[in-house]
């Protein structure tokens, strides 16, 4: 069964703190993994996608990295617009479904 | 650009009740669209894949006749609550799949409560 795992599950940093979160996975021909924001009592809104290992995609302050066995969201110099619950979804070959398998999300909060 | 729409954002009905939950891809045709349910502080717990002219597929223990999906177009689907009750009560977002890639992009949700 695919499954997506991130850690930490919160993760608390100082304005101008660089941290990673982490995106472990378990897919079975992986088509893609997607990293996405979540703000509170909104829905998701896309970042990125990766397909294959040593790929990397940069936005702003965000950079996301995918190995074979897992994904990193890497965030330089935060600032606290960017506190928000990161989400991580991949998509595999599974049964030929269009549909992504999503971790529970880290919340990050970063203070000033 | 790949904006979806959902409407109502909040609704409050009373318990026996229906309401219907709209999602619109508004600058691209969508084939697959897809409902989500999320209970506060959890993730996304998808409840069924809708497919253009076609049945919805539901998850291992959505009731498809408390919840019916309708995709009519490329551009909309909707979910109806069928006699809703209070444990019906979450935030319900939609999401549609831009082909070719899997990417699934995600409405503002919609807020459902149900005295």
């Known amino acids: 069964e695919d499954q997506v795992t991130q850690s930490p599950e919160a993760l608390r940093l100082q304005e101008g703190e660089s941290s990673s979160l982490n995106c472990s996975y378990t897919?079975?021909?992986?088509?893609?993994l997607f990293w996405y924001r979540q703000d509170p009592g909104k829905g998701p809104e896309f970042l990125f996608t990766l397909y294959s290992a040593g790929e990397e995609k940069e936005k702003e302050r965000l950079k996301a990295t995918l190995t074979k066995k897992e994904s990193f969201l890497h965030i330089t110099a935060p600032k606290p617009e960017d506190s928000a619950t990161y989400l991580c979804a991949a998509g595999g070959t599974q049964g030929g479904s269009e549909k992504l398998v999503f971790g529970k999300g880290t919340k990050l909060t970063v203070n000033p | 650009g790949a904006v979806v729409s959902q409407h109502p954002s909040w609704v409050i009905c009373k318990s026996g009740t229906s309401v219907k939950i709209e999602c619109r891809s508004l600058d691209f045709q969508a084939t697959t669209m897809f409902w989500y349910r999320q209970f506060p502080k959890q993730s996304l717990m998808l409840m069924a894949t809708?497919?253009?002219?076609?049945?919805?597929?539901?998850e291992q223990g959505v009731e498809k006749d408390k919840f019916l999906i309708n995709h009519a177009s490329l551009t909309l689907s909707t979910l109806t609550v069928t006699s809703a009750h209070p444990e019906d009560s979450s935030f319900y977002i939609c999401?549609?799949?831009?082909?070719?890639?899997?990417?699934?992009?995600f409405g503002p949700g919609t807020r459902l409560t149900v005295l």
């Open positions: 897919v079975s021909g992986l088509r893609g």
């Open positions: 999401s549609a799949r831009k082909a070719p890639g899997l990417e699934q992009f």
């Open positions: 809708s497919n253009e002219g076609s049945k919805a597929t539901y």
